[in-house]
């Protein structure tokens, strides 16, 4: 019997999980130095590298309203679509405040606004606004999104491995929602160079309408791969070696070891 560490040596993950569909996978930028001439210099510097032209504008610390307008001007001058990600930071008031100032302007997913649990809540933005409603901490779980697709409570889910608790969990989650009609993002939890290429290969099975933000290893002051993730065109290749598809730098790795 072929076992799956055997099947790993001898072709990428992606092949394990169905094949991939895609030789490449969008991927955005988050912006977050919170000044608004700041964000736009950075957004235009990454469109000009040809890295980036989906932005997710960091908000959430200060007043809804204010981080609303903030948002709308930046997606403006920047004048690619753009999302905002509130880790649960706002409640319903916050939330419909703020879509009322971001509703019609350049951003266009609004994700996790509310607590986790609180899918009635998400599910009455979603109704009273144009922006989709992205989950993402609701989202750890397939008995999750029974509750989600339950609910109408988002139109975009955020799928992550560490999250799910490992590809084949996450897999069942993107299955669902895929059934469900609930559009697939590739979602990051700043995972390593590893990680990343982990989630790579998984969503490079998957139908995603919003791409990925699997930017993690650009942050990276050096990284242990021998090769590192190709980034070029707005998006990151998948690569083609066998298991993840990626190599280590062993010598890079006794480097950065702890003691
Ligand atoms: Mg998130």
């Known amino acids: 019997m072929l076992k799956l560490h055997d099947f790993c040596n001898r072709a990428p993950m992606s092949t394990l999980f169905g094949g991939r569909i895609a030789d490449a996978l969008p991927v955005l930028w988050v912006l977050a130095t919170g000044e608004f001439d700041a ?10 590298a040809r890295l980036h032209r989906r932005f997710k504008i960091k908000v959430g610390r200060g007043d809804p309203g204010d981080d609303a307008r903030r948002a709308v001007e930046t997606a403006s001058a920047i004048g690619c679509p753009c999302s905002i990600d509130l880790n649960e ?8 405040r703020a879509l009322a100032i971001l509703d019609g302007s350049g951003v266009d997913i609004l994700e996790q606004p509310l607590p986790r649990a609180d899918l009635p809540g998400l599910a009455d933005l979603a109704r009273r606004s144009s922006l989709a409603i992205m989950a993402d901490e609701s989202a750890c779980s397939t008995s999750d999104m029974i509750a989600i697709i339950r609910e109408r409570a988002a139109s975009y889910v955020s799928l992550k ?9 996450m897999l069942a989650i993107a299955r669902m929602a895929q059934a469900a009609g609930i559009n697939l993002f590739g979602g990051t939890a700043l995972d390593s160079s ?11 099975t998957l139908p995603l309408a919003g791409g990925t933000e699997l930017f993690m290893p650009l942050l990276l002051a050096d990284d242990i791969l021998e090769e590192p993730l190709a980034y070029r065109d707005f998006c990151v290749d998948v ?6 598809g ?3 730098d062993e010598a890079k790795l006794r480097h950065y070891e702890r003691k």
Request: hydrophobic share 40%; net charge negative.
């Open 161 to 169: 491995i560490s999250k799910a608790g490992g590809p084949s969990r």
């Open 246 to 248: 990626v190599t280590i």
């Open 39 to 48: 964000d736009v210099a950075e957004a235009q510097a990454k469109i000009d």
């Open 194 to 204: 590893i990680g990343t290429a982990a989630n790579i290969q998984c969503c490079s």
């Open 239 to 244: 690569p083609s070696g066998v298991g993840l």
């Open 89 to 96: 930071a706002w409640s319903f008031a916050d939330s419909t």
